[in-house]
């Protein structure tokens, strides 16, 4: 008893405290810090998220809702609002109003398109699940779309490759088992992305998992929290192959709707774990691919190089990509970074001859083609560390020329290291890097 009094009186003072610092104002980096690793009290949540999100009183008093419907595809949206909410006897007719009123106003300020396939009603409906003024709600929304959703469906096709490069660095195994069944991963995952979750889960789960993703303030969280999902179900999709692969869609699908509120700050410490062995070049390289800013907002930040990987589709992508300055960084750095870079030049013979990187282990990949079994030999003897053991801790990155037409070895050797469920491998090209997670365990 003692003990659920202590619990409930630190909790009421962490409550009592978050609610001074927002009436004091503190700095954003300040309630980040105070409210990490917490769940945000339902009183308090709105006033949070906006802080967060960066809406501010004074611009929502000057805010007016346009209560004209005139959108070009008006009839749509009013028939998508009907079809989601039920009017088979005229009761829903105040909510059908405020919905399409409220998503109106949501597709004049974002000025787009309203798409029935972005199932904006799931991510209303959790708006509408906190006191919120309907302008509090339009800005909220448009404020989550600008920096967590896809904007478009090509955007959302972004997001659902990046996810599957994600699953194949950290679980190669599992990723197989989806490619070699011809499971389209988007199939499950889609809908999560679109609408951070709010269409599978409960409405108090999803407002847990959007209090973590405000704090932590990243928009890739939700890659994370997808991943954690997928790997815990991990045994029932490795027996896709002994049921009908729908089953386990569905139960892929239906998986968030599991969770509850009070499993969330559990979920996080999974998910932090798992974003800190990543690499991060991604959100560089492919933020604009699948949230949609635009091409001129980034051309400064990428050399030549990287621009020409960025333009490459996610789809063609063998692993994730990794910009150079992360690997120097690294090299450079090695008692500052999370992550441990060992380079693995896979050049010919003739581009090695002329000089490489201090430090990088000559791997020749023709030898793969002569010789599979001294192949297998010499690259177990990279995955081990000096003292015999495996070095789970490196990633391994495999140095290529630059130049498409010459990176054939590169490419056989990443294939080669991912079809024996490696993880933790990289790929060197020209001044990109790509990578491809590979475990040390056949």
Known sequence: ???????????????????????????????????????????????????????????????????????????????????????????????????????????????????????????????????????????????????????????LKACNNFFRLLLLYHDPELCSVFDNNKIDIGQFCADWFLTLFATSCSLEATQSLWDMCFIIGDPYLAFFIALVLVVNMRDQVLEIQR???????????????????????????????????????????????????SEASLEQHFTAAELDTKHIPLSQSLCLPVTVSELVDSLQNPDETKLKFKLIDCRPYGSTSSGHVPGAVILDCNVLLQDPTVFNTLTETIFKSPDDKEAPSEHYCFMGTGRHADDGELNMAISYFLQRKKTACFSFSGRILSTARCNHSQ
């Open 1 to 155: 008893m003692r003990n659920n009094d202590e619990k409930e009186e630190h909790a009421f003072l962490w409550v009592t405290a978050l609610e001074s610092a927002l009436d004091e104002e503190i700095s954003l980096e300040e309630l980040r810090k105070l409210c990490s690793g917490r769940l945000i009290p339902e009183k308090l949540r709105l006033r949070v998220w906006k802080r967060l999100l960066g809406i501010s009183n004074q611009h929502l008093e000057s805010l007016r809702l346009d209560e004209e419907f005139n959108l070009p595809d008006q009839e749509a949206l009013r028939d998508n609002c009907k079809e989601y909410l039920g009017n088979d006897n005229g009761e829903n007719l105040p909510l059908i109003y405020k919905f399409e009123l409220l998503l109106t106003n949501i597709c004049k300020s974002n000025k787009c398109i309203y798409d029935p396939k972005k199932k904006w009603h799931s991510v209303l409906e959790t708006l509408m699940g906190i006191d919120a003024s309907n302008a509090e709600i339009v800005e909220t929304f448009s404020c989550i779309y600008d920096l967590y959703l896809p904007k478009h469906l090509d955007g």
């Open 243 to 293: 049921e009908e692969p729908e089953k386990t869609i569905e139960s892929l699908v239906s998986m968030p709707g599991q969770l509850e509120s009070s499993d969330v700050l559990d979920l996080y410490s999974l998910v932090i774990f798992y974003e800190v062995i990543t690499p991060q070049s991604f959100r560089k390289l492919f933020h604009e691919k699948m949230f949609g800013e």
